[in-house]
């Protein structure tokens, strides 16, 4: 008899943990990267990026963790991640180069903020020039200083809260050549109107065509171009921006990217 209780008792035990096992694996995990011995205002950034994220974990329903060590960019532990954030850097060596191929080749997600795309001769990255849409880093404005936006995709599921054109806060705005727009697998989101041209003071925008938040639809990634100080946080539109797009990252069917 007692050993029928215990019987019943092990049954409903591994029914309880099946349970909550199977309701923790709904949550989508999304793991973020940034150093903290880089450029002041890109720290500053990151850390309120991670308070910002977190919040919004607890709102919308998926696990959010950080790290600053960038050989956590491994096969093993990016195999349960649904998105990768990169807030502030990129990888710093060939291994954990070829782990973020690996996993954006297998559908993996992957949300990009300002210096994440940085790229110039130096980096010698083939694959990621052409995951970001071939633009290589050209000139930013400086000052960091506001900016009018131009939604180029309204109907898109990441802009749908923005009106067709808004001021976002101070940002250093990066420009690339070519403009990832050449790109036919870029759908370019947000582009910097030409308003703002001359845009900064010591470090001059000028002219061009400077898109700021796009996509490659070969991936399923976002690059967003702000990142830079202690302002990015400062607009309710621009926040649901970020959230709409690590929602829409988390969405997205891995199955949809395979075999690229
Ligand atoms: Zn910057």
Redesign the pocket.
């Known amino acids: 008899m007692i050993k029928a209780y215990i019987r019943i008792f092990l049954v409903a035990a591994l029914v309880g943990i099946c349970g909550v096992g199977s309701a923790q694996q709904e949550r989508s995990r999304v793991l973020a990267f940034y150093s903290t011995n880089v450029?002041a205002?890109?720290v500053a950034?990151a850390k309120q990026a991670l308070t910002f994220f977190a919040e919004k974990a607890g709102h919308d329903g998926f696990d959010f963790e950080s790290t600053t060590n960038w050989d956590d960019l491994n096969v093993e532990r990016l195999k349960r991640v649904k998105v990768v954030l990169w807030l502030n850097d990129s990888p710093h060596s060939e291994p954990q180069r070829e782990a973020f191929e690996a996993y954006m080749n297998r559908g993996g997600g992957w949300l990009g903020f300002?210096?994440a795309a940085y790229n110039d001769a130096d980096t010698h990255w083939p694959w990621f020039l052409e995951f970001l849409g071939g633009g290589v880093f050209y000139g930013?404005n400086w000052p960091?200083l506001p900016a009018i936006l131009t939604v180029d995709d309204k109907a898109s599921p990441i802009t749908k809260s923005l009106p067709s054109q808004f001021t976002s806060p101070a940002?250093?705005w990066?420009s690339w050549r070519p403009s990832p727009r050449a790109n036919r697998n870029i759908k370019v989101l947000l582009t910097l109107d030409k308003s703002n041209f001359p845009l900064g003071f010591k470090d001059i925008l000028v002219d061009g065509d400077i898109p700021v938040v796009w996509t490659n639809t070969k991936f399923n990634m976002i690059y967003i171009n702000m990142?830079?100080?202690d302002k990015i946080f400062t607009d309710e539109r621009q926040d649901r921006l970020f959230e709409d797009a690590l929602i829409w990252l988390i969405g997205n069917k891995p199955s949809q990217f395979l075999n690229r």
Request: hydrophobic share 15%; aromatic share 14%.
């Open positions: 450029e205002d890109h950034f300002h210096v930013n960091p940002n250093e990066y990142g830079h100080g």
